[in-house]
């Protein structure tokens, strides 16, 4: 059973009746429905949806999944919600008391994304077919009879309204709630085996502390979705530790400050999605030209442009790698799950600090809103100091020596006679400025080599499935949860498949070649377009990595998730 | 003082020569030498601890400057240095933060940093060497120039309105704001000391002759060229009656309307205010923040945060 609970100027009664008449019309008989309005107009409101099938939540007279748009609907409906049972709340509006262990909480900001998708103009109106469309995903209701639903609904009155609410059903359906909930369902307190208690969080929250863990204390951004909630998250809990998040006027000031804080001593953080990312390109280039340490998040959404922005997509490789003018070397990383969000901030900080490097964190929007439990890390096993180190160095210091990796020596630092400038003007190993061929080819070199002395220690990724066999599936990023249910399927089926999933995108690593000799296909399984030459963006990079014709590309670009039907099905047409 | 006391070693003394570093890339008689000169004059006046000091810049003729001043320093992007001074400030309260550029830099490019800049109240003095043209690029027109004259990108003459510097850091929230002029040595470092020693935003516009494309710009006020340097007389507080005349530099209005004085204007401090620093209120909210959780490590405090989410 659903209980939907808001105000009555919400509509969250229309986004009801939607189900209602849905069900009324399916030929699978779905649900049934109840509503309980309210007396005063304009006031609470709640409407209440069983569904027949049972296939997910089992009936009864609790609700097994509460909506609640505002503090009042949570405080007065949180009662009916059965023990084990879903709260899905307006996180802009609502504050669950998270302690409360009996309930899972997924918080989505519905009255921010409906804005988003609809203007500003929208305000509270359509948040509740946006909801509908959230419900529908979840469920996985009939689309096509409730567009066909909502069209009529609106049938006499402009295409503007019709077209509105399509836009907020779109949007719902398109947000990645799907994988919250069916990984929700999977978890069984019998799973929790071992000594560790399991936490759950979703990927932007996990990436946040990542990078508290990775000794991550000051950072700079400015808010787009969907990596607002990061930076919300740092600028709440980096002044508990003794640091400091800023938001600030753009992205351009964001990664400058950013750079500030990394120029000091400070390794620090900066983040955004794609439109962000590209106005803070010319600075992460000084990054690598001034051999400064910096972590850059990258939560992709759909693009280009504002693109889609509540929609999944991963179109920001190449700019990862290649983004902005000269040749500029920087690490590229790529969690694959919420768990790994959190390790991954940990690896950034740890090889941002070693090489001295601008580091790339790719999530997406289906890894930041996604809903994960997992082993609690043992945090003083892999928690890194965020210590300031002003002791003075060595007296050969010198700040880009060409045989070494670049060990700036921050401000505060007491030097011999000399005091260094970091810049982004190519520069002798003092720092100082050069028009030499010579020298900026040596610099180059040294800027390229440390990424290739990085490269050596990345270990060869473990091979999901047989080390040899007919096809070999390899993704990065979110795509992990489908490729390896389709692997299992596959395999269970009798099929000669595998998986590799890469967290190291650049420098990529070791012994791929030795794992690729051993199947006659490779397919790179990723949410990007094929692009002129018939392979997404991976796929691309390993062609030309590796020069090996068997490389083919699965990609997609409907704004969703990879669907495990979808990934077999791809697989088995290619052949 | 007990005898036991070991004298504390003299520190290194900050002489001219420990902090001249490569010689400046500047046209010769460019105005930019000047304020360097007055840079050096002011730090070895003051005597700061030599690694304390940072200079910092964006890109121009003037933004070279950290090349030129022997202390930690960065050469950043063009008109982003306001932001990546700022992050040094915030996260540093033990250095002194100086940051150079031009009228390009900090107008144009950079002129929403600014803003943002002086609204927040960051601490740090930054000079701004303002030539009313693009030097580094070899004169284009800068938000400065004056209507009528004659750049690559306006060969018939600027017809834009230019930006008054003094109006803009008045409206946008600047707490220290001082206009000089680079022919006068001791103007500019009694205006750098007072900017230094001012907790906040602290900027200073330095009318500095780009002798290369634009000579002669800044002549109407260096009395050697026949000009009048008009200097702004500040209140004493003296209760004499010609104390009503002079100059309240804590009042906004008043500041506005010098600033709107025809070229050359006004030279001297316009503005002062001690509205609080970011610095200050950040750091209010950290100790509070750290308080309430008992001053906790680093590992219990995530740990804390962890066991909620279980
Ligand atoms: C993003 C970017 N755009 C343009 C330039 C080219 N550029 C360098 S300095 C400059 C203007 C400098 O003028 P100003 O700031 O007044 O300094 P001045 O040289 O006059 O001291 C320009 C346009 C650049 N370096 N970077
Ligand atoms: S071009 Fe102008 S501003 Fe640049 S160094 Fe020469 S005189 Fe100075
Ligand atoms: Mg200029």
Redesign the pocket.
Known sequence: MIRLAGNSQDGIQSAGAFLARLAGRSAQEVMTYMTIPSTISGGPSIFQVRIGSGEVLSSGDEADFLVAFYQHSYQDHIGFLKEGGVLLYDSDNVQPNLDDKRFVYVGIPITGLTVEALGGTAKDKGKNIFVLGLIAKVFDLDTEKLTNLIRERFAGKSDDIANTALMAFQAGYAYPVGNVLTKLYQFEPAEKTGDRAQVTMDGNQALAYGLIAGGVRYGAGYPITPWSSVMEILRSELPKYGGLFVQCEDELGAVSMALGFSYSGHLAITGSAGPGISLKT?AIGWASMAEIPLIIVNVQRGGPSTGLPTNVEQSDLYQAIFGGHGDSPRVVLAPATVEDCFYTAIEAARLARKYSTPVFILSDSSLATRIEAFHEPNLREVMLDAKLDLTPPSASFKPYPLDHVTRHAPPGTKLGEKYPVVTGLEHDEWGHPTGSPKLHMSMTAKRRRKLQLLGEEIPTPKIYGERKGDVLLIGWGSTYGPIHEAVKLAREKGDSISALHLRHLNPLPNGLEQIFAGFQRIVVVEMNDEGLYGYGQLATILRARYCDPKISSLTKTDGLTFRVKEILDGVLTQK | MSTETLPSPAPDKLTKKALTADHPTWCPGCG?FAVLAAFYKMLEKRQLPHENIVTLAG?????RFPYFVNTHGAHF???RAVPLASGVSLSRPDLHVFLF??????FS?GGNHLEHGARKNINLTYVI?D?F?????KK?T?PTSPIGYKSKTDPTGAIDQPVNPMKKLISAGATFIARTHSTQINHMITMMERAMDHPGFSVIEVLSE?VEFYPGAFDAANPRKGGALKLIEEKKYDNTPEDDARHDITDELAAYKLANDPFPGWFGVFYQNDRPTKNALEKKWIDTTRAKFGGAGDVDMLQKTFDRMK
Do not use: P
């Not at chain 2, 550029?101 to 900090?106: L, M, R, S």
């Open positions: 010319e | 930019d890109i121009g003729c003037s933004s992007i063009h008109g550029g031009g009228d390009g830099d900090g490019i060497m030539n043209v693009y030097g580094l690029t284009q800068s780009c």
